[in-house]
């Protein structure tokens, strides 16, 4: 069983940066594709990022791209998601996600939640205009 805690969260002025982590507690996690999900009031949770288990593939929403840049140490079994140029639209509270992909040849979308079997609690970002 994977445990997530996400880390990192906050209340930052429009244009600023805050970096997220999330550290999985009980297993080492470099077998697993990691991704970044957020949900507003009222809205759906929606992908942000996501980095494959061995760091060689990332992808980002299109809300995103540009400003957001996920990375992964797998040494430090530490997933961060910096965000930069935030702007009021992406206050959210933010869930880490994993999956095990290590040897998995199938196709899968990483972008979509249902893909993910472990889910953190969430941490809150607040942009304020």
């Known amino acids: 069983q994977v445990q997530l805690v996400e880390f990192g969260g906050g209340l930052v002025q429009a244009g600023g940066s805050l970096r997220l982590s999330c550290a999985p507690s009980g297993r080492t996690f470099s077998g697993y594709t990691m991704g970044w999900f957020r949900q507003a009031p009222g809205k759906e949770r929606e992908f942000v990022a996501f980095i494959r288990w061995s760091g060689d593939i990332a992808d980002y929403a299109d809300s995103v791209k540009g400003r957001f840049t996920i990375s992964r140490d797998n040494a430090k079994n530490t997933v961060y998601l910096q965000m930069d140029s935030l702007k009021p639209e992406d206050t959210a509270v933010y869930y880490c996600?994993?999956?095990?992909?290590?040897?998995?040849?199938?196709?899968?979308?990483?972008?979509?939640?249902?893909?993910?079997?472990?889910w953190g609690q969430g941490t809150q970002v607040t942009v304020s205009s």
């Open positions: 996600a994993a999956v095990w992909s290590l040897y998995y040849s199938g196709n899968r979308d990483y972008t979509r939640r249902t893909t993910y079997d472990y």
